[in-house]
């Protein structure tokens, strides 16, 4: 497990960097609010713990920009402001869980581990998927997912779905998909996109996605 420690007291990241690492946790620590966004979109970690007290940015600052820019990593506030309405704006500015100062480093380590079951059981898309539906475009792997499922689709399929959903809401034409799916290949008649389509449609029965065909316009994908 990767884990993004954002906390200014160097006595306290120090044991805590330790008690992590000796627990099988790769930790790296900011120690700047200023700098915590930039650690955390370059890590891209599997869990984030947040004290609120920083140096540049405080830490509900940096918590916020964050969940604006799509970051939708777990996080812990880790810090000494304890009271109910400061849990409740932690929370609120969209904290995962909250532990006062002092605390159990016991009791942090099997908040952590919770909070990255938690996310690994259920995914939440990043923000540069696409989603249509109950489909969901991974960018960064080129991989099409039904749910937690990835989808077995031929490469033609998958590259004509793909420009579908790189168009939600938008029709695209049956010429730019021919591009796409047949690159090059002036062997093949115009119609075999055609073939595609109906291999997909049959195949996105059950999902609650239709691929649609709007005459004159091309084709478009759209949840049920």
């Given at each position: ?57 405080d830490g509900l ?129 115009f119609e075999a ?21 709007l005459r004159g ?8």
């Amino acid at each position: 497990m990767h884990l993004l420690l954002i906390e200014d007291d160097p006595a306290l990241f120090t044991t805590l960097q330790r008690s992590l690492v000796r627990a099988q946790m790769r930790v790296d620590v900011c120690s700047d609010g200023a700098q915590a966004l930039t650690y955390w979109n370059t890590l891209q970690p599997d869990v984030v713990v947040l004290d609120l007290s920083l140096p540049g940015v405080d830490g509900l600052d940096v918590l916020k920009q964050a969940r604006r820019s799509g970051l939708r990593t777990p996080v812990l506030i880790l810090t000494a402001r304890g009271t109910v309405g400061d849990k409740v704006l932690g929370l609120n500015a969209g904290a995962d869980d909250y532990l006062p100062k002092p605390f159990d480093l016991d009791e942090l380590e099997a908040r952590i581990r919770a909070l990255h079951r938690r996310n690994a059981d259920n995914p939440t898309p990043q923000s540069s998927d696409l989603l249509v539906g109950e489909l969901r475009l991974d960018r960064n792997s080129g991989a099409i997912y039904h749910r937690h499922e990835v989808l077995d689709l031929t490469p033609r399929e998958l590259a004509l779905m793909t420009a579908l959903m790189l168009r939600p809401g938008h029709a695209v034409s049956k010429e730019r998909l021919f591009e796409v799916v047949f690159p090059g290949q002036v062997d093949v008649q115009f119609e075999a996109i055609e073939v595609v389509v109906y291999r997909l449609r049959k195949k996105l029965t059950a999902m609650r996605v239709s691929l649609v065909t709007l005459r004159g316009l091309g084709y478009l994908l759209k949840a049920d």
